[in-house]
């Protein structure tokens, strides 16, 4: 018995330590998203036409939602707490219903989302680790799009650079063997896509974005 008790102990101490160690952390998640309502605008050949959609996301058809991420947490005393990181998000949103005048409507190849983001862990004494982020970068979304009359008819199925993207979340990292952790996550998205349709037609709308995340990381030890 007090063998076993030693050995956990020891095995606790190294999970603990390697907790509050810098290094770079990879991770890779699945998980869900929902958007909320957004107004899309539309150039209809000179006449703007707007409408408020419903989104819905999809998460688990084809092709799933998914992310990876990789972290930099900083060794120094004074920035231990804090890290740098690079996270690519594949999410979807679908028009449901469609708007009048639209055959299709969504972004699920998908509304991809890659930023930069400045994260901060609170480093303790246990195996959960509480931590949050933000950050900026670029929406890259599939557009695809159709219309017929009584809107100007047009076609589109293609990536494009969207605009700006920012990402707000927050977490738990839950240390399991040595470097290898799991982790639960609430990020909100907010991105802009204005996209060029086929036929000189535009689109545009704001998206806000729902993402319910699980996910496995290890951490890499300098």
């Known amino acids: 018995m007090k ?30 998203n929902n958007a909320f309502d957004s107004v899309v605008k ?26 990876v991420r990789g ?32 055959t299709h409507l969504e972004f699920t ?6 930023t930069a983001d400045l994260f901060y862990h609170y480093l303790n004494h246990t195996l959960f680790t509480p931590y949050a982020g933000l950050g900026v970068g670029v929406s890259i979304p ?14 589109t199925f293609d990536y494009q650079i969207g605009g700006v993207a920012l990402a707000f979340l927050t977490g738990v990292d839950v240390k399991i063997w040595h470097g290898l952790s799991l982790f639960g996550e609430y990020k909100l998205n907010y991105s802009q896509n204005n996209t060029n349709l086929s036929k000189g037609q535009t689109l545009s709308t ?9 996910g496995i990381s290890y951490l890499f030890l300098f």
């Not at 703007?48 to 939602?65: A, C, I, K, L, R």
């Not at 804090?82 to 005048?101: E, I, N």
């Open 42 to 67: 539309y150039s209809n050949n000179g006449s703007p036409v707007s409408n408020t959609v419903h989104w819905v996301g999809e998460p688990f058809q084809d092709p799933p939602y998914y992310g």
């Open 3 to 32: 063998l076993f008790l030693k050995t956990s102990l020891l095995f606790l101490g190294l999970w603990v330590s390697e907790m509050t160690q810098a290094g770079v952390q990879l991770s890779v998640y699945g998980g869900g």
């Open 142 to 155: 599939h557009v695809e799009e159709n219309t017929e009359a009584p809107l100007f008819p047009c076609h």
């Open 109 to 114: 190849d998908g509304l991809n989302l890659a």
């Open 71 to 102: 972290i930099y947490w900083f060794d120094t005393p004074r920035y231990r707490a804090w890290g740098l990181g690079l996270d690519y998000t594949h999410a979807k949103v679908v028009a449901d219903p469609l708007p009048p005048g639209y």
């Open 206 to 214: 704001d998206l806000w974005v729902n993402n319910f995340i699980f």
